[in-house]
């Protein structure tokens, strides 16, 4: 079966005539502390926040609002996913329960840790005086034997396929056809022993540490921030089974994250649901319930920003991971 990377490469290949740019993009250090300047909010609320150049303003806002406002003949693909619901039947299972499930499946070691990761996202940009636009990106990053790795960005989105895609590359929201590439970049060899390049550990308070680490916060980390972690983690490493277990028990003993019961993620995977509650937003985290692991992330506002236009029960992000 040909490489993920490759499916995506011929589904839309880079055009040699295409334009090259001065500013290379941030190595893996700079853009785990970018997105932590990003996401941190105070007293623990994240928010992401889309900054366009004052230079295109006109520009950007006729472009956003015929995008917002346009008829349903062109039916672009800009619509905010609706949050994930949980299913109102179903038996809600304990994180304990499960990390007791990852367990037993960990004694196969099947599978296996590898590095690089797959991952769907959809995140909103927000602006001080422009309406909200959901970006949707597909990015898939392999890593060779030699240590250097390739990492194919596309604007693609599973919900709405064969459709145009809102993208903000180069600071200017525009549509571009399904499986644009936004970023394809080949990095050299790099052999850093620091998180979250280093191997995580299959041991729970090992990969607790692990995970202070690679985002430069405390052993003693708290719910917010260990989901956060979560992310870094799983954007680095497809995890093994081993791994899995040991952070489903990180996430057993994680202080105010409640079973919710089943869902079907944005990927038509079926997983359990677990909450976490703070003021002005809610996440959510999908896990496997026969092997334990993160199926994904979603944060929704709970309370409404109308300097943004944002809703209450609007999508701030979501991550879906795969293997």
Do not use: C, F
């Not at 005539?17 to 997105?35: I, K």
């Not at 030699?146 to 396929?161: I, W, Y």
């Not at 979250?196 to 980390?221: C, F, G, Q, V």
């Amino acid at each position: 079966m040909a490489d993920d990377l490759d499916l995506l490469r011929l589904a839309n290949p880079l055009p040699a005539d295409g334009p090259h740019y001065g500013d290379g993009p941030l190595d893996h250090h700079a853009e785990r502390h970018l997105n932590r300047l990003l996401h941190e909010r105070p007293a623990g609320r994240r928010r992401t926040r889309l900054l366009w150049s004052l230079a295109t303003g006109a520009v950007v806002a006729t472009t956003a609002l015929t995008l917002l406002l346009s008829g349903p003949s062109t039916a672009p693909a800009v619509a905010a996913p609706r949050p994930l619901i949980v299913q109102a039947d179903s038996t809600p299972v304990s994180l304990r329960q499960l990390a007791e499930r990852a367990e037993a499946v960990a004694t196969d070691a099947s599978p296996r840790l590898r590095k690089g990761t797959h991952a769907q996202s959809w995140s909103l940009g927000m602006s001080d005086d422009k309406p909200p636009i959901t970006l949707p990106q597909e990015r898939v990053v392999r890593w060779k034997a030699d240590g250097s790795h390739t990492e194919l960005v596309v604007a693609t989105d599973p919900l709405h396929p064969g459709r145009p895609v809102l993208s903000d590359a180069n600071g200017d929201p525009h549509l571009v056809e399904d499986r644009h590439v936004i970023n394809r970049q080949t990095y050299p060899p790099s052999w850093s022993d620091a998180p979250p390049e280093s191997p995580p550990p299959h041991d729970p308070a090992k990969l607790r540490a692990y995970l202070a680490e690679a985002t430069n916060t405390h052993d003693s980390m708290d719910t917010p921030e260990l989901l956060y972690a979560v992310g870094v983690l799983l954007d680095n490493w497809t995890l093994g089974a081993p791994e899995t277990a040991a952070l489903a028990e990180l996430l057993a003993d994680a202080e105010g994250l409640r079973p919710a019961g089943q869902v079907t993620d944005r990927l038509g995977r079926r997983g359990q649901a677990y909450v976490y509650d703070a003021p002005g937003y809610r996440r959510m985290l999908i896990m496997d319930p026969s092997t334990g692991a993160v199926l994904g992330l979603e944060t929704v506002y709970t309370k409404a920003m109308p300097e943004y236009g944002v809703k209450a029960g609007a999508v701030e992000d979501y991550s879906a991971w795969m293997r």
